[in-house]
Nanobody
Framework: QVQLVESGGGLVQAGDSLRLSCAAS????????MGWFRQAPGKEREFVGG????????NYADSVKGRFTISRDNAKKMVYLQMNSLKFEDTAVYYC???????????????WGQGTQVTVSS
């Protein structure tokens, strides 16, 4: 079955960097657009950014644009989220997700990981 497993979360200070990884299995990874979402306590899950099948096109939420970068390695079936200049408000559980066609809505994504906690102390 399809599995997406996130890793790399943790507790960091404001201004620090962190890289999240997502390992995919059970799907033709190169045929899926991949996305990162996050959910803070008491808030809706929100789109962070996404990357096209071939990795050449990315899009980001305005709140992370210029600070976060998504990349993928189709040979390794991995997608990454490099987070720089972290802010307290970036604290959330981060999820990777796979979509047949991409997009910035939860509805666009078919498969989800279990999430990894990122906590940024101010």
């Amino acid at each position: 079955q399809v599995q997406l497993v996130e890793s790399g979360g943790g507790l960091v200070q404001a201004g620090d960097s962190l890289r999240l990884s997502c390992a995919a299995s059970g799907l033709t990874f190169s045929a899926f657009a991949m996305g990162w979402f996050r959910q803070a306590p008491g808030k809706e899950r929100e789109f962070v950014g996404g990357i096209h099948w071939l990795g050449g096109r990315t899009n980001y939420a305005d709140s992370v644009k210029g600070r976060f970068t998504i990349s993928r390695d189709n040979a390794k079936k991995m997608v990454y989220l490099q987070m720089n200049s972290l802010k307290f408000e970036d604290t959330a559980v981060y999820y990777c997700a796979a979509s047949n066609y991409g997009g910035d809505s939860r509805r666009d994504y078919r498969y989800w990981g279990q999430g990894t906690q990122v906590t940024v102390s101010s």
